[in-house]
Each structure stands twice: as structure tokens, then as C-alpha cells.
């Protein structure tokens, strides 16, 4: 099972990393990554990592975070800068085991077995 942490009220143009760990210590999945869901809308894809490295990113992200994982920890974790308020929502990570060749696998929803909990993050104008 996957843990999120670190959301939080900040205010636009701040930072804030997310973190995400899988319990018991256990390894993190081959592929991971963030999902986000404002209130009132769909989840939508954040951000996904590949073991090897490889990123992913929505474009309304793109050039503001940064998905990174570390494998020795067995965490992962999710680098906001320049928040807008449109960036509000519960922050959710997500895990799958396989190993995508298609770029747009990384971008679904379905793609992913394992969720955490959820983390809120809130910009303020």
C-alpha cells in the first residue's frame, strides 16, 4: 500500500514537495506516479517515472514540477514550484508494476493497481 504526505496550504508563486512511500518498506513498483483530482472534477494524470528514470508530464505541469524517485529509499516524490491556484487538489499516488513502452499507458488511470490515500494540496490566490 502507498502512503502520500506532504500537501498543504501554500500561496501562489510557493513550493512544495509530495512524498510517497510504499509501507512496510517495501519496494516502490516499476512505474509510478501522480495523479490529482480538484474538487468537482475527473482525476487527472500529474506525473509518471519509470525505474530506469524516464518522465512523464501533463502540460499544464510541465517546466513547474519534477518527478523524481529514489529506489535505495523506496520513496517517490513530486516537486512543485511556482504553485497556481489552479493546482488545488487532493494529490494521489500511484503504482503498477509493469513496464510501459507506450507513452500514453503512462497517462491512464487504468494503468495503475496501487493507490495511496490522497494528500491536499491548496493554493491560494
Known amino acids: 500500500q502507498l502512503q502520500a504526505s506532504g500537501g498543504g496550504l501554500v500561496q501562489a508563486g510557493e513550493s512544495l514537495r509530495l512524498s510517497c512511500a510504499a509501507s512496510g518498506r517495501a519496494p516502490l513498483p516499476n512505474t509510478m506516479a501522480w495523479f490529482r483530482q480538484a474538487p468537482g472534477k475527473e482525476r487527472e494524470f500529474v506525473a509518471a517515472i519509470a525505474r530506469s528514470g524516464g518522465e512523464y508530464y501533463a502540460g499544464s505541469v510541465q517546466g513547474r514540477f519534477i518527478i523524481s524517485r529514489d529506489n535505495w529509499k523506496n520513496a517517490l516524490y513530486l516537486q512543485m514550484d511556482s504553485l497556481k491556484p489552479e493546482d488545488t487538489a487532493v494529490y494521489f499516488c500511484?503504482?503498477?508494476?509493469?513496464?510501459?513502452?507506450?507513452?500514453?499507458?503512462?497517462?491512464?488511470?487504468?494503468?495503475?493497481?496501487?493507490w495511496g490515500q490522497g494528500t491536499l494540496v491548496t493554493v491560494s490566490s
Open positions: 500511484a503504482g503498477s508494476e509493469r513496464i510501459y513502452t507506450r507513452r500514453t499507458s503512462y497517462y491512464r488511470s487504468d494503468s495503475y493497481v496501487s
